[in-house]
């Protein structure tokens, strides 16, 4: 008899080509059609909708029906740090070395799901533990929050839930951990309101603007 959670189920959702292309492309945390999902995965719309399907009967995806078109969306941060750690297994278990995405761009700024990631996730995070903004259980400290209303974030902004409001996330190219949870979706979102940075079109890389990433580091140190 077998025990404990049927990996194998999920590990079978994940490993066709075309669905692991779809599954990727969600990685930007924005929903997205079949018929987008289809052309980014070079398979037809019908084909693609059978590997949705299956997707969201296994919990995988969630769908959500808008006038005439139904989206896709990754259902949940849990579906990111796999897809996430995946990406880090598969790197390491061909060569070369190097690690992560080609593009500059992707290695020094993306998303990862709702959270900064690259070069300048890992330098977010890194600071957040070596200044003691967050606690090594995860929690954020008395000076942590000082810091983070100095760029307008307070805890009461942060919504109720059962999501952990730290979590580390370990980097596909930098493999090193970023932050995520709460805490790394809320400062995305404050750096976005602050222009500091956006999103570049039809590319999971986030962009800071010259200023805003001086603002960046300077809020930092």
């Known amino acids: 008899m077998r025990e404990g959670p049927d990996i194998a189920r999920i590990a079978a959702l994940v490993a066709d080509p075309a669905r692991s292309t779809m ?10 059609t079949a018929t ?21 009967d296994g919990e995988v995806l969630t769908v959500t029906a808008q006038g ?6 990754l259902a949940g941060p ?12 598969s790197s390491d ?11 500059p761009a992707l290695r020094k700024a993306r998303i990862c799901y709702d959270h900064l990631a690259g070069e300048m996730g890992v330098t977010l995070f890194d600071q957040a533990q070596e200044a003691r903004w967050i606690s090594a259980d995860m929690t954020v400290t008395d000076t942590g929050w000082a810091r983070f209303a100095d ?31 709460q805490m790394g979706q809320a400062l995305l979102d404050r750096f ?7 999103r570049l079109p039809g590319s999971r890389a986030i962009g800071f603007t010259p200023e805003g990433e001086r603002r960046f580091r300077q809020w930092l140190r």
């Open 192 to 198: 976005f309101a602050l222009s500091w940075a956006r």
């Open 23 to 32: 599954l990727l492309a969600l990685m930007g945390g924005r929903a997205l």
């Open 68 to 73: 005439r078109h139904r989206y896709f969306r």
């Open 151 to 181: 760029i307008g974030l307070t805890q009461d902004e942060l919504p109720t839930n059962k999501r952990p409001m730290c979590r580390a996330c370990l980097d596909w190219s930098q493999r090193r951990s970023h932050l995520a949870g």
């Open 93 to 103: 278990a061909v060569p070369p070395l190097k690690t992560g995405p080609k593009d």
């Open 78 to 89: 849990h579906v990111a740090t796999l897809l996430e750690a995946l990406m880090v297994f």
């Open 36 to 56: 987008e999902l289809a052309g980014l995965a070079g398979v037809t719309k019908q084909t693609a909708s059978s590997h949705l399907s299956k997707l969201v």
